[in-house]
RNA sequence: GGAGAGAUGGCAGAGUGGCCGAAUGCGCCCGCUUGCUAAGCGGGUGAGGGUUAAACCUCCCCGGGUUCGAAUCCCGGUCUCUCCGCCA
């Protein structure tokens, strides 16, 4: 959520923004809420101050006096009531405008209608070329007994799988070993509650706008999770926090549930487009400041970079376009790593700052150097989601007779395999 | 799931209709002081809105209500604790 008092300053940027990244907004309809319940709260506050002098008065009245100006005031207060009534609905519509309008995104941001118009910035380790046919990830799994789609299917429905054998343990591999790399960077690791309130999905932004996407358990009116960012971001919520403990440093392992509406018909083979993964997320609270959240947002980029690195995996970074950026982030960085099969980087992690737009909506404020009360801006990144990077994976170290090669770094998480051979039929 | 108790400032803990944004203690900050291993003394110390600054308004878990007036009374919700049941 944006400052009232920054849209109230600077309705321009809120306007330019919005339209770089191709979101509807109406800002004047928020300045002129906002006016309107100013005007409103400024009688009602003065009628509510006369009648507080008045009423402190009262204990020491006697007789008509008294009874004269109980009745002044009930009738005073049923005036303020009337007032209070109106600022409170005109209020709550103007609250509900304001989570609508879009952070502005950063000037480094480039323009841009959708994915298509993202920048490459720079791309690393070598696309493999492979001397004889490739197989894709659903041969390999074949080969493997890695998984089971038709099966799943009937049990849970489309987009859903069954990982086994090798393929299970690649994915508890992956994670673990991503884990650890990050508790070695200096992250918390944290197992994370995967179904949440209402108000975290609201606080971190994913609500309103992103319903569709979300399960929702209608009879607790809880919602599973679409990625740990929502509890981890959502941990300190309400706190004010001491400069001390700036940054703080989160790292999430849970499950992520996407419901994939609007989908229909898009990547449906195979574990590329899923309802269910897992996934491991850095998350960084930090203090108010451009510069000190946009060298985190290096960090952070850096961390998942390394992990591809040791996964031996070639991979590109780009820099999301204005209208492919969510309503909150400031700036987001994809990283998108070779897919054989498809032929293409495709997106296996996203990093995003914020600013103060989630912190706001989740009171998580920090006190300064000073002693000043203020909000935090927040940073997130997938460290790695699986099983989607499981098809980098199998497809890029597949081996002509369809064994998969081991990157050193996953093998101690592998009981120490560093060629997984093809089951015998 | 059933029965009961509770939720107050960083923490502990008073407060059952006005003198309460809230005693007291601890913690923390500032200053003073003292030679005896750390203490003593004085002052300060929640958040949001509003104002040039003040005044002023709001908040004692959340949301309603009663009342001239609510931390305090009533209703609904959330969470915590205890006992019973169930259970990975």
């Not at 300053?9 to 191709?22: C, E, L, M, T, Y």
């Not at 985190?296 to 591809?308: A, D, P, T, Y």
Request: hydrophobic fraction near 35%.
């Amino acid at each position: 959520m944006l400052d009232l008092k920054f849209v109230r300053q600077n309705p321009d940027v809120v306007r330019d923004g919005a339209i770089k990244k191709h979101i509807a907004c109406d800002v004047d309809q928020v300045l002129k809420l906002d006016s309107e319940v100013r005007k409103l709260r400024a009688e009602s506050e003065s009628k509510k101050a006369e009648q507080n002098k008045a009423t402190k008065a009262i204990p020491s009245l006697q007789g008509d006096e008294k009874m004269e100006t109980i009745k002044a005031m009930k009738a005073l207060g049923a005036e303020q009531k009337a007032i209070e009534s109106q600022v409170k609905s005109l209020d709550e519509e103007l609250q509900r405008l304001l989570l609508t309008l879009p952070n502005p995104p950063a000037a480094e941001v480039p323009d841009g209608k959708d994915d298509l118009e993202n920048v490459e910035m720079r791309s690393e380790g070598t696309i493999p070329t492979f001397d004889f046919d490739q197989r894709d990830h659903l041969e390999l799994g074949q080969m493997h007994d890695m998984f089971d789609f038709e099966r799943a299917a009937r049990i849970a429905g489309s987009r859903t799988y069954f990982l086994k054998n090798a393929g299970a343990l690649l994915e508890l591999s992956v994670l673990r070993m991503s884990m650890d790399h990050m508790v070695a960077k200096g992250f918390s690791p944290m197992i994370v509650p995967n179904l949440v309130r209402r108000e975290a999905m609201e606080g971190t932004a994913y609500f309103p706008g992103g319903e569709d996407q979300a399960y929702c358990t209608e009879r607790d009116d809880l919602f599973l999770i679409g990625t740990a960012e929502v509890p981890l971001t959502s941990y300190r919520a309400g706190e004010i926090l001491d400069m001390s403990e700036l940054p703080t440093k989160l790292c999430g392992w849970s499950n992520c549930y996407r419901r994939e509406a609007g989908a229909a018909g898009r990547d449906t083979r195979g574990l590329y487009r899923i309802h269910q993964f897992q996934k491991i997320e850095q998350v960084i609270l930090c203090p108010n400041d451009e510069e000190i959240s946009k060298q985190f947002h290096q960090e952070i980029l850096k961390n998942s970079e390394e992990v591809l690195q040791m996964l031996e995996l070639p991979y590109r970074v780009v820099n999301v376009c204005g209208g492919d950026l969510g309503s909150g982030q400031v700036q987001k960085f994809d990283i998108e790593t070779w897919m054989p099969s498809r032929e293409s980087f495709s997106e296996t992690h996203s990093a995003s700052r914020f600013h103060d737009f989630q912190s706001r909506r989740l009171g998580l404020r920090y006190r300064d150097a000073e002693g000043k009360v203020r909000f935090c801006h927040t940073l997130n990144n997938t460290v790695i989601a699986s099983p989607r990077v499981l098809i980098p994976l199998i497809e890029n170290h597949q081996q002509e007779d369809g064994s998969i090669h081991i990157p050193q770094a996953l093998r101690p998480y592998m009981g120490g395999v560093s060629l997984l051979e093809p089951k015998k039929k």
